[in-house]
């Protein structure tokens, strides 16, 4: 599979394109700095997923996208991710790319009954008011794209090993943690998988 990544070189994404290239597929990532996304087997195109043209060039016959797009400072108001993914959207519908994947964060939406309290009552209204705000902006676009999306909301990122064990958690139970290993197999997972297609949900190893 023709596969485009965005946030190709943040914590995540680099993990996703290892991933993706070591499962076979075709991998295209559209950084603002080439150089520092030189991989073997890996198409480097540059540019910058908040210009329309660049985005819309580099979607060119790709089969689906993995967006990994986050901002720097989460707590700070910002609309980075909408904007990119208005952006992926109208190029997928002008390209005629369906499956996308995405990472959001557990707190946006519905997602937030799966969180420990202490992580609804401090994490997400301090550190994380800005992001999860344009995050929530981000999958309102994605759920009114008609495209085959799967949205990831994991909880805390943590480095580390990919354990194997992955869970997507019901209504009623409680997410901690994953690595950002494991969510990264688990989205290239999604790239051939039905079962979570058009459903955001908490992604963790405990």
Request: glycine share 8%; net charge neutral; aromatic share 4%.
């Amino acid at each position: 599979m023709k596969v485009l990544v965005l946030g190709a070189n943040g914590g995540t994404g680099r993990l996703v394109v290892e991933r993706a290239v070591e499962m076979g597929h075709e991998v295209s990532v559209l950084v603002r700095h080439a150089g520092l996304s030189s991989r073997t087997g890996v198409r480097v195109i540059e540019g910058d997923a908040l210009n329309a043209e660049h985005v819309l060039r580099a979607m060119h016959q790709q089969d689906a996208v993995i967006e990994c797009i986050g901002g720097n400072a989460p707590w700070m108001n910002q609309k980075l991710e909408r904007e990119a993914m208005q952006n992926i959207v109208a190029a997928m519908k002008e390209s005629g790319t369906r499956r996308l994947l995405v990472v959001s964060a557990m707190g946006v939406a519905d997602s937030a009954r799966n969180s420990p309290w202490w992580y609804q009552l401090f994490v997400v209204p301090t550190f994380l008011r800005g992001i999860i705000a344009d995050k929530k902006a981000m999958e309102k676009i994605v759920r009114e794209s008609s495209l085959d999306w799967i949205i990831a909301r994991p909880p805390i990122l943590t480095y580390g090993a990919a354990t194997g064990d992955v869970k997507v958690l019901g209504a009623r139970k409680t997410g901690h943690v994953i690595t950002r290993a494991d969510l990264a197999n688990w989205l290239v997972e999604q790239l051939e998988s039905e079962s979570h297609v058009g459903q955001a949900v908490v992604v963790v190893n405990s």
